[in-house]
């Protein structure tokens, strides 16, 4: 399959580590932040989403932080797998009329055994 | 891929040329948006369809078009391509309402290449 991300950032981490990834986002007014991960040759998969008013949420070994005082979002993969190597995207959602996702740039995670 | 289906997988066009994209939305889905994913990038929006009426519309030109039918399916048709229009394009499916339509449902998207 092509490769989406050839010259995304790298996180290199090994398998069965805890990963983080870094998104900074652009508007105040966003309403949802969501986390995808695609796979080469795929479309993006929804992961988990956060609604502004939260700043984390669980799921299946993954949570998400939101910081908007700085505009900041992470998600933390637990026990990361040959499985979640993939690029990963946040997007933000702004409702009232605009009705679309920004992604941001992308982080690519590669997970050695 | 969560139900959503795109057609054609690739197309190779040359300069000039016109083309139309295909997707089917999740079934029980009634909008649906496209995106532009140029090679090591985030997707674009280009442009949201609900009602069949493009309801929403990114920073590109007006040579990007689309159509949705009443079986919610769309079209994207993009004239005059350029060699920049070269990208995987993404289609993806939500369902309207409060909080619906970021939840939105992508296809395997189709890979343009514009020789």
């Known amino acids: 399959g092509e490769s989406v991300g050839l010259h995304l950032p790298t996180l290199s981490v090994q398998e069965g580590d805890n990963s983080i990834i870094n998104c900074a986002y652009s508007n105040s007014a966003s309403d949802y932040f969501i986390w995808y991960k695609q796979e080469s040759g795929k479309g993006p998969q929804f992961i988990i989403d956060i609604r502004s008013n939260m700043d984390k949420r669980q799921g299946q070994r993954v949570t998400v932080l939101l910081n908007k005082t700085v505009k900041h979002l992470s998600l933390q993969i637990a026990a990361t797998q040959p499985g979640d190597s993939a690029v990963y995207f946040c997007?933000?959602?702004?409702?009232?009329?605009?009705?679309?996702?920004?992604f941001g740039a992308g982080t690519r995670l590669a997970v050695h055994p | 891929d969560a139900g959503v289906t795109q057609s054609p997988t690739h197309l190779i066009k040359t300069r000039g040329q016109q083309v139309t994209l295909r997707c089917s939305p999740k079934s029980g889905h009634d909008t649906v948006s496209w995106y532009q994913q140029a090679l090591g990038q985030g997707p674009q929006f280009i442009f949201q369809?609900?009602?069949?009426?493009?309801?929403q519309r990114g920073n590109f030109p007006d040579r990007f078009s689309g159509h949705q039918f009443p079986n919610y399916s769309s079209e994207l048709n993009v004239n005059a391509l350029l060699l920049g229009d070269s990208a995987l394009y993404l289609c993806?499916?939500?369902?309207?309402?409060?909080?619906?339509?970021?939840?939105?449902?992508f296809g395997p998207g189709t890979r343009l290449t514009v020789t």
């Open positions: 993806a499916s939500s369902l309207a309402g409060e909080g619906g339509r970021y939840e939105q449902y």
């Open positions: 997007a933000e959602f702004l409702s009232g009329g605009y009705n679309k996702l920004i």
């Open positions: 369809y609900y009602e069949e009426e493009e309801r």
